[in-house]
């Protein structure tokens, strides 16, 4: 009996400890996050100012985002074959360099959009390196009823660089320039690498015996993993076209607000929409245990389109705000579920190439969401609800005519699509499959424990 008392003793300690550890880890994320924020504002700002064009801000953007996502899979290899707390020390200290290239081109007599261009896309190209571990690192310190509780608290680390960079970064800009704001988020990456060396304990560490790295098989196996289980390739679907409507708010919601009202308004509305993230990834890290992933993932999709396209509804920015912010409340619940349920059906070894890949197939909605977007607003929706035909005057009774309505309705229709995808998803079996399996591992492992 006492052996008993040890052993379960240890086993509830094991846990305890690695959350301990992974709460460390989040905490320096949450730094970087605001580091990572305070660049990303000012440099869009400065890009904009110093250009006069949306394009341009555009390709920046591009570059900023672009590189990560290609480089994934790669980084999800690696993560797999090597010390994956490595990884995201290399990943942190060389993303830094890219910031370097900024930070010169800035301070320069003449600076330079294609330096800058160049240097968040390194940066962005060395991020790809430490992501995938940083997933996969969840896996290592953590156990299966842990994994919703992290997911929330990783959202809300993310969340920092749409809540607090936002408003410190323009309260900076009003008493230093755009250079200050990339030295803070050049030091934030050594404050991260230092968390991540004071967790190096309990943090799997690769050796493969095989000395060689050959990207492309690993690749393959992946791949393997993902295909392996239909409900998963499925998941990958789903969260792509999820993906592609959200990009739409992005890209949709400024030129929206700006309509209605100025920069400072669209500051403020930014802040308190962003909170609604916040108040979700705080809702879900508080759930000790979830029945249905599955159902989780459907409502936060179904939540997120109604209120997106609300949004697209109504000319009132109080109204827009409320609606925003709603729909950031429903979105953790999104990534959370489809996470876990992609999590729990893949082999720890494979992680962080599954992950990668994953990364690599879903984020590229962005990428289409960015040009589907600019072509339809400006060539299609925007001179339509401009014009004076039966149907446009039709929908501007009911969500107003002139500049801006366009993108509205385009949001509307989004918002529509991303709704009816989360009511797709509660009746796929193929979702379904992938708890149902788990929870036939779950019975199984219990039986085995009482025999």
Do not use: W
């Amino acid at each position: 009996m006492n052996q008993q008392n040890k052993i379960q003793k240890l086993q509830t300690k094991r846990p305890e400890k690695g959350m301990k550890k992974f709460m460390i880890l989040v905490a320096g994320e949450f730094i970087s996050s605001i580091g990572s924020g305070l660049t990303d504002f000012g440099l869009a700002i400065y890009v904009l100012a110093m250009t006069g064009s949306v394009a341009a801000t555009g390709i920046f953007s591009i570059c900023a985002f672009l590189p990560s996502i290609l480089l994934a899979p790669v980084g999800g290899v690696l993560a797999d074959r090597y010390d994956r707390r490595l990884m995201m020390i290399l990943g942190e200290l060389l993303s830094g360099l890219g910031l370097l290239i900024c930070l010169f081109s800035v301070m320069s007599s003449s600076p330079s959009i294609v330096v800058i261009c160049m240097g968040v896309g390194v940066s962005s190209i060395f991020t790809s390196l430490s992501e995938p571990a940083f997933k996969a690192t969840v896996t290592d310190l953590l156990s299966d009823e842990d994994f919703a509780r992290a997911g929330g608290m990783v959202q809300i680390a993310n969340s920092a660089k749409l809540i607090i960079s936002p408003a410190l970064a323009g309260l900076l800009l009003q008493v230093t320039g755009v250079s200050t704001l990339i030295i803070i988020d050049i030091l934030t990456f050594f404050t991260t690498v230092l968390v991540i060396v004071a967790v190096r304990k309990g943090m799997a560490i690769k050796h493969n015996g095989d000395a060689s790295l050959r990207i492309g098989r690993e690749l393959k196996e992946g791949i393997a993993a993902i295909r392996g289980e239909s409900g998963i390739m499925t998941m990958i679907v789903i969260m792509t076209i999820s993906v592609f409507c959200l990009g739409f708010v992005q890209i949709l919601s400024k030129p929206l607000v700006l309509a209605l009202a100025g920069e400072t308004e669209l500051g403020i509305l930014t802040t308190i929409i962003a909170l609604g993230m916040l108040v979700g990834s705080i809702v879900i890290s508080c759930l000790k245990h979830t029945k249905s992933y599955g159902q989780m993932l459907s409502i936060g999709l179904f939540g997120c389109g109604l209120f997106f396209a609300l949004i697209g509804v109504s000319e009132n920015l109080f109204l827009i705000a409320a609606f925003g912010f709603m729909m950031f409340v429903f979105m953790p619940a999104v990534q959370i579920g489809a996470e876990v349920l992609i999590r729990r059906n893949l082999a720890n070894e494979v992680q962080g190439r599954a992950f990668g890949l994953i990364g690599l197939i879903t984020q590229m909605g962005y990428i289409l969401a960015f040009i589907a977007s600019g072509i339809l607003s400006d060539y299609v929706f925007e001179p339509f609800m401009k014009g004076n035909s039966l149907l446009a005057i039709k929908i501007g009774a009911v969500i107003g005519a002139g500049a801006g309505r366009g993108n509205a309705l385009l949001i509307v229709i989004t918002g529509v699509v991303l709704a009816g995808v989360g009511i797709v998803v509660s009746r796929l079996k193929s979702v379904k499959s992938l708890e149902e399996e788990n929870l036939y591992e779950a019975v199984a492992e219990s039986c085995s424990e009482g025999l």
